[in-house]
Antibody
């Protein structure tokens, strides 16, 4: 059974850093496209970043230069390193497994809340 | 970036009604269009991918159509468990973008 379990969220001050983790089971992270999608409180969905199976990475303009997506193959875990955090980064962050055909997100984690506030 | 515009932003419907939600892309995205359902406090759930392909396990009352820039999600007979927010997403090119969502409420 495919499962994605996020961790690492919490309260952080503006300008601070946080690293989210997404532990996967039931499939191999490095063989799949993996994304982060976020949702600010009461708002819609916003795509954040993707890492392809080949290692290429892409980011939304809103986080480019501040966030880094990566994976640890032996731990079968996806990460999102978030630096220079802003109030507008406050959101629930979901990790997703994406297909390499139509790039849809067929599995989602339960989400991890990140709150940026002083 | 490709802009995705959903309409309506909300609707009220009764159980058994046919519901249609539309999604328009700011440029052609072929059929790289996905639909998700999200219930309060839960992660989104994939319903339709590649514009019209039904995700495994999703009831057949859900269907999708369209290509290019105009797409629709149809629920043929609304059920109590279908009251939720629905999002379209283009996966044609990064940055992937979502529509603003359509909240389906009980009339």
């Amino acid at each position: 059974e495919v499962q994605l379990v996020e961790s690492g969220g919490g309260l952080v001050q503006p300008g601070g850093s946080l690293r989210l983790s997404c532990a996967a089971s039931g499939f191999t992270v490095s063989n799949n496209y993996m994304s982060w999608v976020r949702q600010a409180p009461g708002k819609g969905l916003e795509w954040v970043s993707v890492i392809y199976s080949g290692g290429n990475t892409y980011y939304a303009d809103s986080v480019k230069g501040r966030f880094t997506i990566s994976r640890h193959n032996s731990k079968n875990t996806l990460y999102l390193q978030m630096n220079s955090l802003r109030a507008e980064d406050t959101a629930v962050y979901y990790c997703t497994r994406d297909t390499s055909t139509w790039f849809q997100s067929d599995y989602w984690g339960q989400g991890s809340l990140v709150t940026v506030s002083s | 970036d490709i802009q995705m515009t959903q309409s309506p932003s909300s609707l009220s419907a009764s159980v058994g009604e046919r519901v249609t939600i539309t999604c328009r892309a700011s440029q052609s995205i072929n059929i790289y269009l996905n639909w998700y359902q999200q219930k309060p406090g839960k992660a989104p759930n994939l319903l339709i991918y590649a514009a019209s392909s039904l995700q495994s396990g999703v009831p057949s009352r859900f269907s999708g159509s369209g290509s290019g820039t105009d797409f629709t999600l149809t629920i043929s007979s609304l059920q109590p468990e279908d009251f939720a927010t629905y999002y379209c997403q283009q996966s044609y090119i990064t940055p992937l973008t979502f529509g603003g969502g359509t909240k389906v409420e009980i009339k």
